[in-house]
């Protein structure tokens, strides 16, 4: 069981910062990978950023605006959003890729609930 909860969303102006977080929780699995994607009505669900084993990366839509950072031992992920446009405006969705304890070495996807940003004047 695993249960991932996001916060941070909110509505902000353009050019204005919004941190999201993200905690994953339960038992009985390990997280090796932790990202963002994000939904706008009408559009599928993208890649806005994820931290795994290997580094980060970034959609190049958010690139130089977007940071990403993870802690590891919390099982936490945080994006930190500046300069936001009003194209990110979009429900976020923290997600999260692991194994659990009993599974036989395959790999998992999870997913929170989502979080809206608004970005508008």
């Known amino acids: 069981q695993v249960q991932l909860v996001e916060s941070g969303g909110g509505s902000v102006q353009p050019g204005g910062s919004l941190r999201l977080s993200c905690t994953a929780s339960?038992?009985?699995?390990?997280?090796?990978?932790m990202g963002w994607f994000r939904q706008a009505p009408g559009n599928q669900r993208e890649l806005v950023a994820v931290a795994t084993t290997w580094g980060t990366d970034y959609a190049d839509s958010v690139k130089g605006r977007f940071t990403i950072s993870r802690d590891n031992a919390k099982n936490m992920v945080t994006l930190q959003m500046n300069s936001l446009k009003p194209e990110d405006t979009a429900i976020y969705y923290c997600?999260?890729?692991?194994?659990?304890?009993?599974?036989?070495?395959?790999?998992?996807?999870?997913w929170g609930q989502g979080t809206q940003v608004t970005v508008s004047s």
């Open positions: 339960g038992s009985g699995f390990h997280i090796y990978s």
């Open positions: 997600n999260a890729k692991g194994t659990r304890e009993n599974g036989g070495g395959q790999a998992y996807n999870y």
